[in-house]
């Protein structure tokens, strides 16, 4: 989820822990699980301060080990030494306990992006990804704001977010049979498709689709449940030249290809330089497809400029490359 629905998140943890009679009586320890939920809710995604050296090192260390099976352990611990350094009156094993569920529900709901998290490492570096929910859900964000709102304004914040929560787990389950029917539609509409990929938009009736079978790639979407390809592209492989072996050594190009399960590539050859382009096909907008990496090679394969990331224009991306126009 995006950081904004991560504070809010923690937040309404720290209210429901007042449920909790140990939290309930105790001002030290309830201020000490708030602070636990709230930073609890917020540590796991540390990790987006590599956005700050480039995006090649944030796409592939991204969800990562910060979201990883020893981390859900060893963030609780970091955190309730630090908070109850400064707060030794509170229960520590209460304030654990709560700042270890902000923890790992953080991780939890980020598997329902469609972007996902490496959940299992270090048992499998898979990306688990259940294309749910949207990074940013605006009734989940919604319902946490109308929730703080009641706290502040004097409701019960452990009943308040309690059925809160049973609300939103409802709203996840209508999402997974959402999701459900949309599949249904896709494999009716591609029967012989071989990997279909569904993810979340910040609207409930729409879905973007990135489908294959042996031959061709589809790009979908539904709205309303309705169905529609919007772009086909036929399945070649990535050849084995001196270029695109060259290509593939490029930071930003590895980042990518080790990031996107579905993708095309594109070679350009010009007077003195070589560009090699991979786009990936799961996020369609206006026509466009913004996540891409590319490199510029010279006549001897060495790397002249290189970018990954999000670009929604030729112009934006021909300025990140910012040496030759093109």
């Known amino acids: 989820m995006d950081t904004g629905t991560h504070i809010v998140m923690g937040i309404a943890l720290g209210g429901l822990a007042t449920l909790d009679p140990a939290v309930s009586a105790s001002h030290a320890t309830a201020a000490s699980v708030l602070i ?3 930073a609890g809710s917020q540590i796991p995604d540390i990790d ?3 956005k700050l050296r480039n995006n090649a090192i944030y796409i592939r260390n ?3 080990i910060t979201h990883s099976v020893p981390a859900v352990l060893l963030w609780p611990l970091l955190l309730t030494g630090l908070i109850y350094f400064f707060f030794p009156d509170a229960n520590l094993l209460h304030l654990w306990a709560w700042t270890f569920a ?52 004097g409701a019960p914040p452990g009943f308040t977010f309690l ?13 997974y049979q959402a999701k459900k029917r949309v599949l249904v539609e896709v494999r ?8 279909i990929i569904i993810a979340p938009t910040m609207r409930f009736h729409q879905w973007r689709i990135a489908a294959m079978n042996e031959n061709i790639f589809f790009v979908a979407s539904s709205i309303n449940g309705k169905v529609e390809i919007l772009d086909r592209f036929r399945r070649i492989p990535v050849p084995k030249t001196p270029v695109i072996e060259a290509a593939k050594k490029d930071h930003n190009i590895s ?28 996020y369609r907008s206006n026509g466009h497809y913004p996540f891409v990496a590319v490199v510029q090679l010279d006549c001897d394969l060495k790397p002249i400029s290189s970018y990954t990331g999000w670009v929604f224009s030729e112009k934006k991306l021909r300025k990140k490359l910012g040496i030759i126009p093109g």
């Open 36 to 38: 636990g939920t709230i």
């Open 62 to 64: 991204h969800r990562g």
């Open 48 to 50: 987006t301060v590599l």
């Open 102 to 153: 902000a923890v790992f529900i953080h991780v939890f709901v980020d598997i329902f992006n469609a972007y996902g998290t490496q959940a299992l490492r270090p048992f499998s570096a898979k990306w688990v990804a259940l294309g749910v929910i949207n990074t940013f859900d605006p009734f989940i964000f919604t319902m946490h704001v109308i929730g703080i709102i009641a706290w502040v304004l």
């Open 188 to 195: 009716a509409l591609i029967p012989d498709a071989t990997e």
């Open 163 to 175: 059925a809160m929560y049973i609300i939103i787990i409802g709203y996840y389950l209508r999402r």
């Open 255 to 282: 980042a990518f290809l080790s990031f996107s399960p579905v993708y095309r590539w594109e070679v350009d050859e010009y007077d003195n330089y070589y560009e090699v382009r991979f786009i990936d096909l799961r």
